[in-house]
């Protein structure tokens, strides 16, 4: 038994070996090597000097950081609010079509992970730029109804660089990471508890209020996690989409890299992004926790 175990220890080790090491070079390395530059600050045009400084996060911790920090929480909560409220009906309603459909339907939610970010994003600034297909159909409208009689020419909405478009953006990006994580959680349901709560007098609304969301909660957490930290770290989307008072920090840690070539504070705004995706996994955990100590008792 000792030597089977032995063989299966060797067994284990090689395969484990070559993917640590791969995540322990291309992975922590360079992260702690990021994690020193935040101690750092410059020293000529291309070296850093790590010398212990902590003026970095102080500086990161200026108001003018702290207003974008903040925006970017704010857009990052309400882009998985939005996400929340779209996605659970979605959720729903795939779990509960017939089983020929449930595959199609949620190849459907998985099909812009096909096309590339960037690409999805244009297609996306086509759609709500100023002559683009929204103000277009919006004018045929506008046209057909004899508006342009009664009131004057239609004149087109700004729906690119600004709040809006970001938010729109980011809801249309991420609202598959809400869908998946809920339907994985919907899906385990016993729906005998449903029937029950509608043969005992319950509306559907409240079934699905008292029932349905109580027991959906794991999936529901998780869906939130899952959107809210890429979406508090999202770069593409507001660069394109968004203007000058609508970037993210994200926006400001890739200028902080490229252009002001400013390296030891960009990293320590992106430590900062990390520890606060950190602190909202350390809350998810200390809620799942909680709620696996209470249906214990």
């Not at 080790?13 to 101690?39: C, D, G, K, Q, T």
């Amino acid at each position: 038994m000792e030597q089977s175990w032995n063989r299966a220890k060797q067994a284990f080790a090689a395969i484990a070996i070559p993917p640590m090491a791969w995540l322990v070079l291309f992975f922590l390395a360079p992260l702690a090597l990021v994690w020193l530059f935040s101690f750092g600050q410059n020293d000529g045009l291309k070296d850093i000097a790590i010398t212990g400084t902590f003026a970095n996060y102080a500086r990161a911790l200026e108001p003018l950081y702290l207003q974008i920090f903040g925006k970017s929480l704010w857009v990052a909560a309400l882009t998985t609010l939005f996400c929340l409220v779209l996605g659970f009906p979605v959720a729903l309603a795939i779990t509960f079509a017939p089983e020929k459909w449930r595959g199609w339907l949620l190849l459907l939610i998985m099909l812009p992970f096909w096309t590339n970010l960037l690409v999805r994003t244009y297609a996306l600034i086509a759609v709500l730029r100023t002559n683009g297909y929204v103000n277009a159909t919006v004018e045929w409208f506008w046209q057909l109804g004899g508006l342009d009689q009664l009131l004057g020419p239609y004149q087109p909405m700004e729906l690119l660089y600004n709040n809006f478009a970001v938010i729109f953006g980011l809801i249309y990006v991420h609202l598959p990471f809400m869908v998946l994580p809920l339907y994985a959680a919907l899906d385990r349901l016993d729906r005998s508890l449903i029937e029950a709560s509608l043969d005992l007098g319950a509306g559907h609304l409240q079934t699905i209020l008292k029932v349905v969301v109580p027991l959906a909660m794991p999936g529901i957490v998780s869906g939130i996690i899952i959107t809210f930290i890429p979406a508090l770290g999202a770069y593409l989307t507001p660069d394109l989409l968004g203007g000058p008072d609508s970037q993210m920090i994200a926006n400001v840690i890739e200028r902080q890299f490229k252009r002001a070539n400013d390296w030891p504070f960009g990293a320590a705004l992106s430590f900062l992004l990390m520890y606060l995706t950190f602190i909202a996994i350390a809350i998810q955990a200390v809620v799942a926790r909680h709620r696996r100590e209470n249906a214990r008792s």
